[in-house]
């Protein structure tokens, strides 16, 4: 098994890198989480790396982080999810946002990203809750009813995940639905 490599980076092609490490160049799969925030080419990196050997290929996955990691062997234990369908998996969502997803049981964030499906969405929320959520989005996980209300309005009226998830933390935390939306949308108006 291959647990981790170190080298220089080759070339980025997206997910696909190429890493020198001493004259032997080790192709690796990251998801866009990871690769957004590579260093250029020539410099040193490090990934963390998952090896998976078929009767037809070989192929070693790398991240970023431990969590990037352990999400990705947890997601490839599952049913129907391939390493190619938890690499696109962590490539739309991070592992925070899929945590909060898993905790808050809310498939239609799963359903946006490229290959999963309703079913396989509702199989993942199934198979990670416990395990997922609350090791990674302890925090998350205590956010009310009406948090979870105010997200699923911003995302409906076009806010990504990213900046409705970002709205919500400024919003208090006893706040009701109807303001937590008022004061979201002029703190995202901003």
Known sequence: MIG?????????TPPQLLIDVNGVGYEVDVPMSSFYN????G??????????????????FGFLTHDERATFRLLVKISGVGPRTAL???????VNELAQAVSLQESARLVKVPG?????????????????????AAPVSVAS???SDILQALVA????????SAALKALPPDIGVSDGIKLALRALGK
Request: proline residues 1%; hydrophobic residues 40%; glycine residues 10%.
């Open 4 to 12: 981790r490599i170190t080298g220089t980076l080759a070339e980025k």
């Open 116 to 136: 999963i499906g309703k079913k396989t969405a509702e199989r993942l929320l199934l198979e990670l809750k416990g395990k997922l959520g609350d090791s990674l």
């Open 88 to 94: 696109s998996i962590l490539s739309g969502l991070s």
């Open 43 to 60: 410099e040193r990196v490090t990934l963390l790396t998952h090896f998976i050997v078929r009767e037809d290929a070989q192929v070693l």
């Open 157 to 164: 009226l076009g806010y990504n995940d990213r900046e409705a």
């Open 145 to 147: 009813g009406a948090k």
């Open 38 to 41: 590579l260093p250029a080419l």
